[in-house]
């Protein structure tokens, strides 16, 4: 009889794929939203012609044609030229200052809750400091002392929206400082700067990118009230609210002008607030 050939030896089992976790539809418009007002504000001053920007002979806050797919300025301008060139400053300054903001409270911190002690108390007092100081009066304080710039508008910004960066993000490194195994790596003899980045921050990154999107949406609104009152981006300038604010004359008449920069900040408001609600995990909680 032929010898029985051994079995082949079972070739292990795959491990499950894991799939990427999938936006929901409000998430993925929101989503869709934010990316087209960023490309907007990255590549399409690059799009316009010299004399997009330039004042024309043309009707002043005239109605929506094909010559000016969204209507005319007080000036003749072309609404969707000012929209397109308004987003840079708009989308591109919020941005910096919320990293700003975001970077700044979150280091600090980390720094009271590891410290603790003097360090903790001396930045929390001058944090309840700052959030005392109503926003608008502190933004028109720093325009009277130093002047309007795009430079100072950022700095402003993300100055305002620190303390209450560090308030959250303290409340969540306190909690995390007091878990066992960041006790195990001090007993291993870790350092400060190496409990912060390896212990602590990366199992509060998930809040504080939520807080991040929120963030965002406060400068924005933020920005745009000052703009509105004459305290944002300076003429020949703008941003969406200084658009808002020098097209004024034309809100008895229904005009394009106004309205369009108006949806414009509301649109890329609500899409952020779309994105942050349906992100990933975020029902679970």
Do not use: C
Not at 65 to 85: K, S
Not at 112 to 137: E, N
Not at 232 to 242: F, H, I, K, R, Y
Request: no cysteine; net charge neutral; charged share 15%.
């Amino acid at each position: 009889m032929p010898a029985s050939s051994a079995p082949a030896p079972a070739l292990p089992a795959e491990p499950p794929r894991r799939r990427l976790p999938r936006l929901p539809l409000p998430g993925l418009l929101g989503l869709a939203v934010i990316l087209f007002w960023l490309a907007t504000a990255l590549f399409g001053p690059w799009l316009l012609s010299p004399e997009a920007n330039a004042p024309g002979a043309d009707e002043v806050f005239g109605r929506l044609g094909a010559a000016h797919p969204l209507g005319t300025d007080y000036l003749g301008r072309d609404i969707l030229a000012r929209l397109v060139l308004g987003a840079g400053y708009t989308v591109g300054v919020a941005i910096v200052a919320t990293l700003l903001a975001s970077a700044g409270g979150t280091a600090l911190a980390l720094l009271a809750a590891v410290r603790g002690g003097w360090a903790d108390g001396t930045l929390s007092r001058l944090m309840d400091t700052l959030i005392s100081i109503p926003s608008k009066l502190f933004a028109l304080i720093m325009v009277a002392a130093f002047g309007s710039s795009v430079t100072l508008l950022a700095l402003t910004a993300a100055l305002i929206y620190v303390p209450g960066v560090f308030r959250i993000a303290r409340s969540l490194a306190v909690n995390i400082n007091a878990m066992d195994y960041v006790a195990v790596a001090r007993s291993r003899g870790e350092g400060e700067l190496y409990i912060m980045r390896h212990e602590i921050l990366p199992n509060m990154l998930g809040p504080m990118l939520a807080d991040l999107g929120l963030r965002f949406v406060y400068v924005v609104l933020l920005l745009a009230g000052l703009s509105f009152l004459g305290l944002g981006v300076q003429p020949p300038e703008a941003d969406w609210g200084s658009l808002v604010r020098e097209n004024l004359g034309g809100l008895p008449e229904g005009a394009p002008a106004v309205i369009v920069p108006a949806l414009a900040i509301a649109s890329l408001t609500i899409a952020v607030n779309l994105l942050i609600d349906n992100l990933p995990g975020r029902g679970e909680r």
